[in-house]
Every structure is written in C-alpha cells, then in structure tokens.
C-alpha cells in the first residue's frame, strides 16, 4: 500500500518561507512522478506544482512561479516545495499525489493515483 504523508506546514507571516516534506512508502518512489496541490476553504483543489520521476523536469502554476520550487531526493522518497514570498492568498491545504504514468507531469487531479493527507499552510497578512 502507497502512503503519502506530508509535513512542515504552519502558520507563518507574509512575505515569508516554508518549506513542505512529502515522504512516500510502501512503493517504488523513483518510478512515480509527484505534484503538489492546495485547496483553500469553499474552492476547488488546484494544481501548484509537478517533477518528473528524474526530476529533470518541472512544471509550475502561473501563480507560484519564480515563488516556489519542487525538488525531489529518490534516495529518501520525499519530494519538497519550498514556498517563498508567501502571500496571504497561498493560505489552503496542500497535498502531495504520485503519478504512475511514465511521462506524468500533469496539473489535472484525475491523473494522480495516491494522493497524502494534506498539510495546513497559513499566511497571516
């Protein structure tokens, strides 16, 4: 059974970082492409951010980039966000997803197969 757990969420003040851990077990990590996704309370769960399985290539929201970055370590199955210049409007839950699909970089929820339990980034004005 694939789990994603996700952690480093907080509270934390505008302008400044966090940086999001998403450990993955009980698959092969290497072999899955990954993304991070948020969801702010009355909206819809929206892509953020996607690195191939070698992590060569990315893929980010318009409203993240320059801001954010994904990396991954396939040696410790985790894949990261770190969030810069954070904005009160970055505040949701965000999620990591694992991709199976070969050539997966995708921003559509529907083409992720497990998916963490979410971590709550808060962005006080």
């Known amino acids: 059974q694939v789990q994603l757990v996700e952690s480093g969420g907080g509270l934390v003040q505008a302008g400044g970082s966090l940086r999001l851990s998403c450990a993955v077990s009980g698959g092969t990590f290497s072999s899955y492409a990954m993304g991070w996704f948020r969801q702010a309370p009355g909206k819809e769960r929206e892509f953020v951010a996607a690195i191939r399985r070698s992590g060569s290539i990315t893929n980010y929201a318009d409203f993240v980039k320059g801001r954010f970055t994904i990396s991954r370590d396939n040696a410790k199955n985790t894949v990261y966000l770190q969030m810069n210049s954070l904005k009160p409007e970055d505040t949701a839950v965000y999620y990591c997803?694992?991709?199976?699909?070969?050539?997966?970089?995708?921003?559509?929820?529907?083409?992720?197969?497990?998916w963490g339990q979410g971590t709550q980034v808060t962005v006080s004005s």
């Open positions: 997803a694992a991709d199976r699909r070969l050539r997966g970089l995708s921003r559509l929820l529907y083409d992720y197969d497990y």
